[in-house]
């Protein structure tokens, strides 16, 4: 299950974001650290090709993919070194496969900055100094553990120095792990440490109601300029309280609602899609008489990993995957019509699965 972490300062919506991505009711009060204890919560991933395959098959059951939101307290300056809440919490977002940081882009007398005033790129580059801190500190104490050892020759000891070394040099420069540029086999190695900067960074401009449906303003302005400029990372501008609002509505009268504000789709959509593009996600499809399934995937993944996704005999035992690309299905009707018309390929292990894709495993164990 793809894993996101939900990051900020106090105040700048971030439990009110989890709230409408989740409908779980964290607290989101107007005041900092409101936010105690972490926040997980799951959620459907909004997928309308499975839809209409489930429709299509007719199969009993509809099997969607899920993504995990953890929300975790405020950060605020000097967090790593023990100042509010948040240092106590980063370990509960050291195993995500995402980070998503959000910022406050929005005036509001009613609702109090923790810093006084609005100002998105100070308040990322406070955030990105507490996680990179946090890793130096992480890094450091794991340095103590293996040079001596290092010193001495061992040799999965020197690997791991060698890892560690540029890590701590980044970051003792203020610069995230993953600005590094390593061999595979080194971050194969430094991912395992879990370290917050070496995770992909989606950046969540939370705006106003009355910055709707562009959501554009000077602040998203200021945010996009920077985070360009430095190649941080991309940026989607939601907002948290039309979000909420969403969540607490029907699904007929979300649509109803998002018509009336000129917004195409929920927040919701768009982070999870933002998500998938940040981590290169793909996402392909199976059925049989029992359910209609999705299913995510690595872009660039083989046949055989598809397989492997599903069960690790599919992938042993992997002789070829029948395959149609979901619009090709939908016209056909079904996989019947689909293979008079010709349109289901037979692929090898060397096939490269598409987005879309709607695969049926032949193995043999």
Request: charged residues 25%.
């Amino acid at each position: 299950m793809l894993k996101v972490g939900i990051v900020g300062l106090p105040n700048v919506g971030k439990s009110c974001l989890f709230n409408a991505l989740t409908a779980a009711g964290a607290a989101a009060d107007n005041y900092p650290f409101c936010t105690v204890d972490p926040n997980v919560g799951t959620v459907e991933v909004p997928e309308a090709r499975l839809d209409r395959l489930h429709a299509l098959v007719r199969s009993p059951q509809r099997v969607p993919t899920f993504i995990q939101f953890v929300d975790v307290a405020g950060l605020v300056e000097g967090a790593s070194h023990g100042e509010g809440l948040g240092n106590q919490f980063l370990g509960h977002i050291r195993d995500v496969d995402a980070i998503a940081h959000v910022l406050r882009c929005f005036e509001d007398p009613d609702v109090a900055h923790v810093l006084g005033t609005v100002d998105p790129v100070r308040d990322r580059g406070i955030v990105d100094t507490e996680l990179a801190l946090a890793d130096l500190e992480a890094v450091e104490r794991r340095l103590e553990k293996v040079s001596k050892r290092a010193r001495s020759g061992e040799g999965e000891a020197l690997a791991e120095e060698q890892a560690l070394l540029p890590c701590r040099e980044t970051l003792d420069q203020g610069l995230p792990v993953r600005s590094l540029d390593l061999p595979p086999d080194r971050w194969q190695r430094v991912r395992s440490y879990n370290l917050l900067t070496a995770k992909p960074v989606l950046f969540v401009a939370n705006v106003g109601e009355s910055d709707l449906p562009d959501c554009e303003n000077e602040f998203t302005r200021r945010l996009a300029d920077a985070l360009e400029r430095e190649s941080a990372g991309p940026m989607i501008a939601v907002s948290s309280r039309i979000e909420a609002e969403l969540a607490e509505l029907a699904p007929d009268e979300r649509k109803e609602f998002l018509d009336e504000l000129g917004v195409s789709e929920a927040g919701l959509s768009r982070l999870i899609r933002a998500a998938y593009g940040l981590l290169g996600l793909i996402t392909f499809f199976t059925f049989n008489e029992k359910e209609a399934r999705a299913w995510i995937l690595p872009r660039g993944s083989l046949a055989p990993e598809a397989a492997g996704a599903i069960h690790t005999d599919f992938q042993r035992g992997f002789i070829r995957a029948e395959t149609i690309q979901f619009e090709e299905f939908v016209v056909a009707g079904s996989m019947k019509s689909a293979r008079e018309l010709g349109r289901v390929r037979s692929e090898g292990k060397d096939y490269v699965v598409q987005d879309g894709d709607i695969l049926l495993f032949r193995f043999s164990v």
